[in-house]
């Protein structure tokens, strides 16, 4: 059977998969739709987390950045693991024991305003817009390469089959989907990366394969890396701080603003109310973690294995000798190659570089550069196309292909290239569902119930909730289409702007009793205003890194750290929280009575 | 970390053992994060190119990067395995607490 046969069973058969389970679970109240009716066991609920958690940037991109970044990729693979550290000491427990539907229903009662709830709201709803982008891409770039549709027409299909189960199930449909789409993405990732390991080292784990000597060599894998990248004039695959990018301060602030970022994820955070106890909460923590631990874990070994075969396919072949993988990957451009004259191909950091990808060009201006350099090698007029591209920053491959190209390129069965894909879209489709259903809970209960309209009969709104999601679908895939940055330079914005704004009011709120509205909400205003005003600024005006430096990954960590400032200054200033407030904070801390109380949640009242 | 809280005129009884209870956590919290942000923050990065050169290689790895990549991961994972377990001992302990004071009261 070829790869597109199996990539269309077995991403028929998943997708099938999750429309039943969505249907067995449908759900007819708002209880169920915001946080599954509370009934989720921890095991699960970490497995849904772990699902959730684990994007398109996760799945596909991550491995990819690490492959070109060496050492510098640990800043994702330890901030987007070190956060859940944070968000199970600092806040899982005391949130889930808190027990309304959503992060703005915390930061609007702890500091009694709806300020501070509308303030909350906006940035739940921007962090996951940010964030549900970079998942569209993802979905249509599967799409792209394995069906062989349009990038655009597999946004559109990832749409519908997000928009079907999230509208169906709310978060009780989308819990149970994403358990199973949990084992289908880590399946697809653990079954290549066992391969490639056993191919490469002998070693069946590939986290030890990673530290192993090539099969037939006396040669550690790790050392071989970073010798062909000194040949060919890249920076030190295991060596920290060579890239003046990723200097120690830069590798620093952006692994703390994705920890911290990580945390302060809405999408993330309302896990822990669809368990049923605090201490499930805390175990639902470990859980979530080890799920996504063992994607972590492997990732590197992957990054590492991919840049070995990546080089050693590629370096020195002729167009003819050029393996199938790089001519299927060639048509969507995210990898390209433009010969210099003498007909090898020359991967290297210097100027006779002659790989490249296409990026954000459009297909006819791309096209253009390619007739261009054409002209130029056959001696006509034209230009040199990879002085443009260099020019414009596309060297070397796009690094989404990494994960989906390497079963290719180590020439693994066909089923298992086709799992990939089935894999890449689970991981995109899970956390899409996710973040939606924050987007639709903060407009539709957040905004719609508790501020424009509490008189909503609970029929309304679900009915609210729904249209929301269906909106937030539509315009998703428009982001999707058109996207601002490439897949996880987008989702690392998500990270610093949730850093700066709920991380810090959440946890001043659950560890302090005297912190108030204002410098509250100062604080966030303050801290996501900094934040988001440089990343602007640096991406978008050419605005120098004026903050010691920091780049936009990176800036989080500052705002953070303002927030918790502006906050802490003005507290003596203003008056403390109520009474009843310092009621709410004591009652947060004991971990006694978050059974049966919660029932109280579903009175009209509420 | 905010400063253990300073013992207010309960309105409450029961929440006397919350005393006892919440500065564990603390302690406990305290003592997780500092090793989060050794294994994490400091020899994951700060310290990764000292450990790269002066440590010991763990088969093909050198020690800074082993611990940016594989070994900060393994150890948050503990970390949260030992709060749960610790904290949920906590907890049952408080709960005893609790039902001793109501007891108490009744009598």
């Known amino acids: 059977m070829s790869v597109l046969a199996w990539t269309y069973l077995l991403v028929g058969l998943s997708f099938t998969l999750y429309l039943v389970i969505a249907w067995l679970s449908r759900v007819k109240d708002t209880r169920g739709f915001y946080v599954a009716g509370r009934g989720i066991p921890a095991s699960v609920n970490g497995m849904a987390t772990g699902a959730d958690w684990m994007s398109a940037a996760s799945f596909l991109s991550m491995a990819g950045l690490i492959s070109t970044m060496g050492y510098a990729g640990g800043v994702y693979l330890m901030g987007w693991t070190g956060g859940f550290v944070l968000l199970a000491l600092l806040l899982a427990p005391y949130l889930r024991k808190f027990g309304h539907f959503t992060v703005p229903d915390f930061i609007g009662d702890r500091y009694e305003s709806s300020t501070a709830r509308i303030v909350a709201v906006v940035c739940a709803v921007f962090v996951s817009f940010v964030y549900v982008t970079g998942q569209m891409r993802g979905v249509g770039v599967v799409f792209a390469r394995f069906l062989e549709v349009d990038i655009n027409a597999g946004v559109v299909i990832g749409m519908t089959i997000v928009f079907v189960y999230a509208t169906l199930g709310g978060m009780k449909g989308i819990t149970w989907t994403q358990a199973a789409q949990y084992w289908v993405l880590i399946t697809a990732f653990l079954v290549p990366a066992i391969a490639i390991s056993i191919q490469l080292t002998g070693q069946v784990v590939p986290s030890v394969g990673m530290g192993s000597s090539l099969t037939g060599e006396q040669v550690y894998l790790l050392d071989r890396l970073n010798q062909i990248h000194a040949d060919l004039g890249f920076a030190s695959y295991t060596a920290p701080f060579e890239h003046p990018a990723w200097n120690r301060l830069n590798v620093f602030c952006t692994t703390l603003a994705l920890m911290v970022g990580t945390a302060g994820l809405p999408h993330v955070i309302v896990r822990f109310y669809t368990v049923r106890t605090v201490s499930a909460a805390r175990w639902s923590a470990f859980w979530a973690l080890f799920f996504i631990g063992l994607l972590y874990l492997t990732a590197p070994a992957t990054a590492a294995f991919a840049r070995y075969y990546m080089i050693q396919s590629l370096q020195g072949q002729s167009g003819e000798e050029l393996p199938p993988w790089f001519r299927s990957w060639e048509r969507t451009g995210l990898i390209v190659w433009l010969d210099d004259g003498d007909g090898r191909v020359r991967y290297s950091n210097r100027e006779d570089n002659e790989i490249f990808r296409s990026g954000a060009l459009t297909s006819v201006r791309f096209a253009e550069i390619r007739a261009d350099h054409e002209r130029w090698l056959s001696g006509g007029r034209g230009a040199d196309g990879r002085a443009v591209l260099r020019e414009l920053g596309l060297s070397g491959p796009d690094t989404d292909i990494i994960v989906l190209a390497t079963p290719e390129m180590a020439g693994l069965f066909n089923w298992i290239i086709a799992l990939v894909a089935a894999g890449g879209l689970a991981a995109a489709l899970s956390t899409a569902s996710g973040l939606l259903l924050v987007i639709s809970s903060s407009v539709a209960h957040d905004l719609y119930f508790r501020i424009v309209n509490p008189q909503a009969t609970e029929a309304r709104r679900l009915l609210v909730g729904r249209t929301v999601i269906g909106l937030s679908v539509v315009v998703a895939g428009i982001f999707g289409i058109y996207p601002p940055a490439f897949v996880s330079q987008v989702v690392a914005f998500a990270f610093g702007l949730a850093a700066s704004s709920f991380f810090p009011a959440i946890v001043l709120g659950i560890f302090s009793r005297r912190v108030g509205t204002i410098p509250a909400i100062a604080g966030m205003i303050v801290g996501i205003g900094f934040t988001s005003s440089y990343i602007v600024g640096y991406v978008f005006f050419g605005m120098p890194a004026w903050f010691f430096g920091i780049n936009a990954q990176g800036i989080g960590a500052a705002g953070m750290a303002l927030n918790f400032l502006v906050a802490a200054a003005l507290t003596p200033l203003f008056p403390p929280p109520s009474a009843e407030v310092q009621r709410i904070v004591e009652n947060i801390r004991e971990p006694e009575g978050a059974g049966p109380a919660l029932e109280i949640e579903s009175a009209p009242e509420h | ?107």
């Open chain 2, 1 to 107: 970390m905010p400063p253990p809280e300073k013992p207010r005129n309960p309105p409450v009884r029961r929440l006397q053992p919350l005393g006892h209870y919440w500065i564990a956590n603390l302690r406990l919290m305290a003592t997780l994060l500092i090793i989060w942000a050794a294994a994490g923050l400091g020899a994951g990065v700060l310290f990764a190119d000292r450990l790269n050169e002066l440590g010991p290689s763990l088969g093909g790895f050198p020690l800074g990067f082993w611990f940016a990549q594989q070994g900060s991961i393994i150890l948050f994972i503990l970390l949260i395995l030992v709060y749960a377990i610790a904290m949920n001992r906590l907890d049952a302990q408080h709960h005893l607490e609790i039902e001793k004071a109501s007891h108490e009261d009744q009598r």
